[in-house]
């Protein structure tokens, strides 16, 4: 099963915190946590 985003949270600043999870059976270093900010 491949991984993906696991934890979607929006901050008291309007950024887009999430948690990506590489893989699940096998060690990876594609594991993330991603802060998205949109600026007009």
Not at 11 to 20: F, Q
Request: aromatic letters at 8%; charged letters at 15%; zero cysteines.
């Amino acid at each position: 099963m491949p991984g993906g985003p696991i934890a979607l949270r929006l901050g008291p600043d309007g950024a887009l915190h999430l948690i990506e999870y590489g893989g699940w059976f096998k060690p990876t270093t594609n594991n993330a946590v991603s802060r998205v900010v949109s600026r007009p």
